[in-house]
């Protein structure tokens, strides 16, 4: 049940000839592939999802449309208020709200199988993760109807264990997989891939307890405030706001953190042909495992980043104070935020300092994959993705929780995929992948990207790969597909 994954965000793309993209799900797929060896010379996406603001259906284009165009603007739509639009409507419910940014480029990856039990991949990727879990339905709507907004004022709201983190990274992957039972028709493959880390900007605020009041259009009144807050951002946080040229400091450090990282994985098949596997006349020759269906389990991107540079943080806790909005108007630096922040509270001392240490965890999840050889070359898969960075960090970037079914047709030259996705289970998108030749293309929501239903997710993927196919002899009959010439018998 190979994934290709090409990003760990967008589950859709799913067939046997991944190579090295296998390995971003599940690290044992790579000796599963039907993939000798391959060279991913780019793979891109993209994805944006929330459960609080959408456009509603045939809105997304036009839209675009009127924002490409000289003079034109987005889309306005009409809001509570009298004479208030906005960009974006909302829902009117009160749950949690919560919203996920993925955007992952690798540059390059490649994967070789030696002889029949040994695949090793290795990947340069570049990640940005963004999530915001478990916020109070009330805060988006102030946001958008402003403080102004008095069917919300003077009534409590209480919460706790929101989250907000961000982290934008490289990676350095190798990844190792080996056959580690193989008799019958059953065939048992385990993975691993380790992780070198460098991080070029993190942020992270949880809000552990949140008691507050809305008194008017320019006041909060704080019963209980718990928070604690970090960055390490490529900003000079002393530095103006109006001094830009040398707020925003890239490359001083590049890179502000480092660490470590693992996926583990395991995938159980049933193989088709229950014979000894015959022994081959080269590595290159090796033929594909053809199955009836195969069964996986993995733990991917455990593991974090340790920040040590630029750093800005601290813990801020209070009872009973008033923040008067408009102060922040005056405010011309990211220090002078805190510091104010810190006199509204009632802090006796500082509380944010520039040499607190911190830490971030990767979207850790635990994913389950099964994959159906339903006739010829129609398969159907079925993948399960399970945020668990929670059970390992205090604070982390998350990933969606999803589940999705996707039937396929697939040769070595094309495939198509028509992934089903429930997401954050609460809704279903469908979309559609397409592989011809080294190229593929596709989007998790075909309905969101078309604008024919409400657009809250936005998601697209494209890669180009090179393979050379297990069993597939490029030369002469004499020779296998790795050029070495085959021994005569008796010789």
Not at 39 to 68: C, H, I, K, Q, V
Not at 103 to 116: H, K, R, W, Y
Not at 242 to 267: A, C, E, M, Y
Not at 351 to 356: G, I, K
Request: charged share 20%; proline share 5%.
């Amino acid at each position: 049940m190979n994934v290709r994954a090409l990003a760990q965000s967008v589950p859709g793309v799913v067939d046997n000839y991944s190579g090295s993209a296998s390995a971003w799900l599940n690290p044992s797929n790579i000796a599963t592939t039907f993939v000798h060896d391959d060279l991913g010379l780019m793979s891109l996406s993209f994805d944006l999802d929330n459960n609080f603001a959408y456009l509603p259906p045939r809105t997304f284009w036009p839209s675009l449309r009127g924002l490409m165009t000289e003079g034109g603007d987005w889309a306005k739509f009409e809001g509570i208020q009298p004479d208030m639009t906005y960009y974006y409507k909302y829902p009117n419910d009160k749950d949690s709200r919560n919203a996920y940014q993925s955007l992952e480029l690798a540059l390059p990856s490649l994967m070789m199988t030696f002889g029949q039990n040994h695949s090793i991949a290795f990947s340069l990727k570049t990640r940005m993760y963004t999530s915001v879990t478990r916020m109070p339905w009330e805060i988006p709507v102030l946001i958008t109807e402003t403080l102004a907004y008095d069917s919300l004022q003077n009534q409590p709201y209480v919460s706790e264990g929101m989250r907000f983190s961000t982290m934008a990274w490289t990676e350095v992957n190798l990844s190792y997989a080996t056959t580690v039972f193989d008799y019958g028709d059953v065939k048992m493959d385990a993975g691993v891939t380790g992780k070198f880390l460098n991080a070029m900007a993190g942020a992270a605020l949880n809000i552990n307890a949140l008691d507050y009041l809305v008194l008017d259009e320019d006041n909060l009144y704080f019963n209980h405030l718990d928070a604690e807050a970090n960055l390490a951002l490529p900003l000079s946080y002393g530095t103006s706001f109006q001094n830009v040229d040398s707020l925003i400091t890239l490359t001083d450090p590049f890179f502000r953190g480092r660490g470590l990282g693992v996926d583990l994985g395991f995938t159980l098949t049933n193989k088709r042909n229950s014979m000894l596997r015959p022994s081959k006349r080269s590595a290159c020759d090796d033929q594909p495992t053809r199955y009836f269906w195969r069964l996986g389990v993995s733990l991917i991107d455990l593991g974090k980043v340790g920040f040590r540079k630029n750093l800005l943080g601290g813990h801020l806790s209070g009872r009973d104070f008033q923040v008067y909005i408009p102060a922040f108007d005056h405010v011309t630096s990211i220090n002078a935020a805190t510091e104010l922040m810190e006199s509204l509270a009632g802090a006796t001392e500082p509380v944010f300092a520039e040499e607190q240490q911190f830490s971030i965890g990767l979207p850790t999840a635990l994913s389950v994959q099964f994959d159906a050889n339903v006739y010829d070359d129609f398969y159907i898969n079925a993948t399960w993705v399970q945020p668990v960075s929670r059970w390992f960090y205090d604070a982390a970037v998350e990933r969606e929780p999803l589940l999705s079914v996707t039937p396929r047709y697939e040769t070595s030259l094309v495939g198509v995929m028509l992934p089903m996705t429930l997401y954050n289970y609460s809704y279903v998108t469908a979309g559609v992948f397409v592989r011809v030749g080294p190229l593929t293309l596709g989007t998790n929501d075909l309905i969101s990207l078309t604008g024919l239903g409400k657009t809250r997710n936005i998601d697209f993927m494209m890669s180009i790969r090179l393979k050379l196919d297990r069993g597939d002899c490029l030369f002469d009959p004499l020779y296998d597909a790795c050029g070495t010439r085959y021994r005569r018998r008796g010789r």
